[in-house]
Nanobody, 130 residues
Framework: QVRLVESGGGLVQTGGSLSLSCATSGGTFTLRGYTVTWFRQTTGKEREFVAA????????QYADVVKGRFTISRDNTKNTVYLQMTTLSPEDTAVYYC?????????????????????WGKGTLVTVSS
């Protein structure tokens, strides 16, 4: 069973920064050939798209609400995808998930739809205090 593992969440004050990581838990699955997408979810709301990076790390996409504040990147040698978050606000408080769909070596735009993803982590909680 494929399992993605998010880490790096925590409590931060408004205006602060956090860096999240997404890796795999072991086995043979690797992130290297996949677009990796970050979503976030707050209680009572659907998971919303945050950012995505294609398999080569060349193309990135961001939700408007995080554009200019968040940066997604990847290190395929480490089989890890990162989400650097800056200028955080309480509205960024959520559980952050990384996910992949089933397409290898896709050069198209990432899907913003959570239901299109097939592999998920359990999430990491980010809390931004006011």
């Amino acid at each position: 069973q494929v399992r993605l593992v998010e880490s790096g969440g925590g409590l931060v004050q408004t205006g602060g920064s956090l860096s999240l990581s997404c890796a795999t838990s072991g086995g043979t699955f690797t992130l290297r050939g996949y677009t990796v997408t970050w979503f976030r979810q707050t209680t009572g709301k659907e998971r919303e798209f945050v950012a995505a990076v294609n398999w080569r790390g060349e193309n990135t996409q961001y939700a408007d609400v995080v554009k200019g504040r968040f940066t997604i990147s990847r290190d395929n040698t480490k089989n890890t995808v990162y989400l650097q978050m800056t200028t955080l606000s309480p509205e960024d408080t959520a559980v952050y998930y990384c996910a992949t769909d089933s397409q290898l070596f896709s050069n198209g735009r990432a899907s913003y739809i959570a239901n299109d993803m097939v592999n998920w982590g359990k999430g990491t909680l980010v809390t931004v205090s006011s």
